[in-house]
């Protein structure tokens, strides 16, 4: 059984820094391609960023417009997680982040998710 | 910026046909796109309904169906039964490494 948890969400306050969590079971992190999607309240998904499996180009990371220059996804072969580093986030940013495996371009398996506040 | 564009709601009576679809502010949705579909109901985890355009996943019922419309993906449900009540989300490739969701459209059945 594949599990994705999350963790590491909470109150963070607007210029500070969160880092995110997600440990993986039942799939192998640096094989899989590890993605963040998020959910502000009462609105839809956006998919936030990407880190590709160690054997597609050495596993490149990319990320949506609205958080580039500011969030960093990297992972830890070791622990078999994936993280996601928010650095001086804004009260946009403010969401559930779902830890989610793609394959075949579509989301395989989904975190539950944790909340993140910014907020002063 | 390109935006994924779906209908923000739409209404389907029980056991009647509908087709949500997916589209984008400049040019045309194609395979390349490598749609996906998700269902999401009120505070629950999104469901993966179909990927690749047109394949289900796992335990997905047939009812549910992908396909391309014009210069749109679709998502069809023939049948629709009261459960089928949810948010739908379309996710698009858009190449570079980057994916795209849908704004949503909010089904409801009545």
């Known amino acids: 059984e594949v599990q994705l948890v999350e963790s590491g969400g909470g109150l963070v306050q607007p210029g500070g820094s969160l880092r995110l969590s997600c440990a993986a079971s039942?799939?192998?992190?640096?094989?899989?391609?590890m993605s963040w999607v998020r959910q502000a309240p009462g609105k839809g998904l956006e998919w936030v960023s990407i880190?590709?499996?160690?054997?597609?180009?050495?596993?490149?990371?990319y990320y949506a417009d609205s958080v580039k220059g500011r969030f960093t996804i990297s992972r830890d072969s070791s622990k078999n997680a994936v993280f996601l580093q928010m650095n001086s986030p804004r009260a946009e940013d403010t969401a559930v982040y779902y830890c989610?495996?793609?394959?075949?371009?579509?989301?395989?398996?989904w975190g539950q998710g944790t909340l993140v506040a910014v907020s002063s | 910026q390109t935006v994924v564009t779906q209908e923000p709601s739409f209404s389907v009576s029980p056991g009647g046909t509908v087709t949500l679809t997916c589209g984008l502010s400049?040019?045309?949705?194609?395979?390349?796109?490598?749609p996906s579909w998700y269902q999401q109901t009120p505070g629950q985890i999104p469901r993966t309904l179909i990927y690749?355009?047109?394949t289900r996943s796992s335990g997905v019922p047939d009812r549910f169906s992908g396909s391309i419309l014009g210069n749109k993906a679709a998502l069809t449900i023939t049948g629709a039964q009261a459960d089928d009540e949810s948010d739908y989300y379309c996710?698009?490739?858009?190449?570079?490494?980057?994916?795209?969701f849908g704004g949503g459209t909010k089904l409801t059945v009545v």
């Open positions: 989610v495996r793609l394959r075949d371009y579509r989301v395989e398996y």
């Open positions: 039942g799939i192998i992190v640096s094989s899989s391609y």
């Open positions: 880190i590709f499996s160690v054997h597609d180009s050495g596993g490149p990371t």
């Open positions: 400049s040019g045309s949705v194609s395979t390349n796109h490598y």
């Open positions: 690749t355009t047109n």
């Open positions: 996710m698009l490739y858009m190449g570079s490494g980057t994916w795209v």
